[in-house]
């Protein structure tokens, strides 16, 4: 990890800002679903708020991706890491003056929702413009995700401390000044490829239309069965496990009795598990074996779930939740490193955009699913029932995605 920072000027300032971002958005993540579990006290405005912020992305991310390969990205990422910094401080004024209620968070979610169907493409497509040699493209793919899974890991605790001392508004207001380095750095780093990127550019808006590869990207998943597998498991992880992450400050005062300081320690262990996952996966050196991994993972999600939900201690309930984190984290990994792995170069744009839908696209669904039943009954037995789903689908599917060699 710390080679590539060494090597290139350009990542080791991107990764650095980005890392500084992102503990900012954690701290927000925990202290949006905190305030407004204490505003709503029910779990169907926590499903409404994940609805928001993620059903941009079911809608919008195919049609960004092609924009994204018609625009400039660094541009474009200057432009949406200044709107997600004005989101930030918008929640923070209206919570530190009081007039913040949950209409708020569900229009500023949204608007926040909207931002990242763009941000999330253009900042996985800028990395391959800031490496200095496309052999190193892979090693920044692994610092990103352990990027990512340090601001999980420390995030939380800090917005648990930053709660419990002077309130959310406080963890909002870290957030939007945590975008400036990252802004900075968007004006200082000089891509590698930007006359490459001008020229793809060009080629990209001479073929077909963005309905019509939409329509290709599909049928090629269908046709080839390894692909439509490893999809249909994402996305059912997608609906079923990701929004635990809504339900989680019902268990942290309900359950276990606790406040914003409890749910800070349970988001801490999700986000130690997710450290743990991505180190173990940079340390991997072939992709051999990542399907039985991700087969593994989704199971080992689904137990972990239950145990979550039948869990009455802290201790308990943050192991489930160290393997939540871990299982999550190699289970997505792996299915990208098997898609990157199967498809062809002509294929893969498409292909990988599926990858967003079928993880980013089942989120929302499946936290106002998850919000709606656990208010009739209760988040514990709903995250029971979600758990047993993503079991049944590692059972069912093993035999169609593990024989990936024959297929191949």
Do not use: H
């Amino acid at each position: 990890m710390t080679t590539l920072a060494l090597r290139s000027k350009n990542c080791g300032l991107f990764f650095g800002g980005q890392g500084i971002s992102l503990v900012g958005t954690w701290m927000t993540k925990v202290a949006a679903v905190w305030s407004i579990y204490q505003l709503g006290g029910s779990a169907l405005p926590l499903g409404l708020a994940g609805f928001a912020d993620q059903i941009p992305s079911l809608f919008l991310s195919p049609f960004a991706g092609v924009l994204i390969d018609r625009w400039n990205r660094q541009q474009v990422l200057r432009a949406t890491q200044t709107l997600s910094a004005l989101q930030s401080l918008a929640l923070a004024f209206l919570t530190l003056t009081e007039r913040i209620d949950i209409a708020s968070f569900l229009v500023l979610s949204f608007c926040q929702g909207c931002i990242n169907a763009f941000d999330v493409p253009a900042r996985q497509a800028f990395i391959a413009e800031i490496v200095d040699s496309k052999e190193d493209i892979g090693e920044a793919i692994a610092v990103n995700s352990l990027t990512i899974s340090s601001a999980r890991l420390f995030g939380p605790s800090l917005a648990a401390i930053a709660i419990s001392g002077l309130g959310a508004g406080l963890c909002f207001l870290i957030d939007g000044l945590s975008y400036l380095p990252l802004i900075a750095v968007l004006f200082i780093i000089k891509p590698k490829k930007e006359l490459a990127k001008k020229t793809n550019s060009i080629k990209y808006q001479q073929e077909t239309n963005p309905w019509q590869q939409l329509q290709q990207g599909f049928a090629y998943a269908a046709r080839v069965s390894p692909v439509g597998w490893i999809l249909l498991l994402l996305a059912l992880v997608g609906f079923m496990a990701m929004p635990y992450t809504y339900l989680a400050p019902i268990f942290a005062k309900e359950t276990l009795g606790g406040g914003s300081d409890t749910l800070g320690v349970l988001m801490a262990f999700a986000g130690l598990g997710s450290f743990s996952g991505s180190l173990y996966l940079m340390s991997r050196k072939s992709p051999m074996g990542l399907e039985k991994i991700a087969i593994g993972a989704t199971a080992i999600t689904g137990i972990s779930l239950i145990g979550f939900s039948m869990s009455e201690t802290l201790f308990a309930s943050s192991v489930a939740l160290y393997f939540i984190g871990l299982c999550l984290v190699l289970q997505v990994a792996a299915s990208n490193i098997l898609l990157q792995t199967l498809v062809p170069d002509e294929k893969r744009g498409r292909v990988m955009s599926l990858f967003a839908l079928a993880y980013l696209g089942m989120l929302p669904l499946g936290s106002l699913m998850a919000g709606a039943v656990a208010e009739l009954i209760g988040a514990a037995t709903t995250l029971s029932i979600n758990g047993g789903i993503c079991l049944l689908a590692a059972f069912l599917l093993q035999p169609k995605i593990v024989p990936l060699k024959r297929t191949r």
